[in-house]
T-cell receptor, first 111, second 114 residues
Framework: DQQVKQNSPSLSVQEGRISILNCDYT??????FLWYKKYPAEGPTFLIS?????DKNEDGRFTVFLNKSAKHLSLHIVPSQPGDSAVYFC??????????FGKGTRLHILP | GAGVSQSPRYKVAKRGQDVALRCDPI?????LFWYQQALGQGPEFLTY????????KSGLPSDRFFAERPEGSVSTLKIQRTQQEDSAVYLC????????????FGPGTRLTVL
């Protein structure tokens, strides 16, 4: 039973446009969410997080939106750049403080 | 300062062999985690150390998996009698505070069991 779901295995976006990566979760006890970025042959790198008391958190080109009623969050990247091509993982710590990761979405930024 | 390092980066083992995977966390990081990432999946928690104490090993898939961190710094994940289903990337992460805030990951060790 997947508690964190990323239903799009891949996404292609034109350079300069907005990239929107989606994530759904099933555990209503989750109260903190993280996004990680992963390049090939490297470990995941923390990108941005959001607490459940907020519905938006912004850091430069990256914004995460949280819709608690829909159990949905999304990561927006504006404008998309070639270096943004990577795999993005949505994640949340469970009540035992273990991080539960989604399967990831591979983002391709097209020139 | 160096980040989290792992060795070897790639390991090929014959089924039944024992393997040892090493993790060097960021200096001063008290918390260390091991994850297993199968192909096409996200990382899955294996075990967690705070200093030398293994506080949680609930994610270890079988008793063939063993992890240690004897001096609270370098950690080793050992897999005995490897099986094909053990093939995965093994990731190590460390953090200085909390259990999950901004964990720093190493590049991983890709284990292939033939």
């Amino acid at each position: 039973d997947q508690q964190v779901k990323q239903n799009s295995p891949s996404l292609s976006v034109q350079e300069g446009r907005i990239s929107i990566l989606n994530c759904d979760y099933t555990n209503s006890m989750f109260d903190y969410f993280l996004w990680y970025k992963k390049y090939p042959a490297e470990g995941p790198t923390f990108l941005i997080s959001i607490s459940s008391i907020k519905d938006k958190n912004e850091d430069g080109r990256f914004t995460v939106f949280l819709n608690k009623s829909a159990k949905h969050l999304s990561l927006h990247i504006v404008p998309s750049q070639p270096g943004d091509s990577a795999v993005y993982f949505c994640a949340a710590p469970n009540r035992d403080d273990k991080i539960i990761f989604g399967k990831g979405t591979r983002l391709h930024i097209l020139p | 300062g160096a980040g989290v390092s792992q060795s070897p980066r790639y390991k090929v083992a014959k089924r039944g062999q024992d393997v040892a995977l090493r993790c060097d966390p960021i200096s001063g990081h008290v918390s260390l985690f091991w994850y297993q990432q199968a192909l096409g999946q996200g990382p899955e928690f294996l075990t967690y150390f705070q200093n030398e104490a293994q506080l949680d090993k609930s994610g270890l898939p079988s008793d063939r998996f063993f992890a240690e961190r004897p001096e609270g710094s370098v950690s080793t994940l050992k897999i005995q009698r490897t099986q094909q289903e053990d093939s995965a990337v093994y990731l190590c992460a460390s953090t200085t505070r909390g259990l999950y805030n901004e964990q720093f990951f190493g590049p991983g060790t890709r284990l292939t069991v033939l």
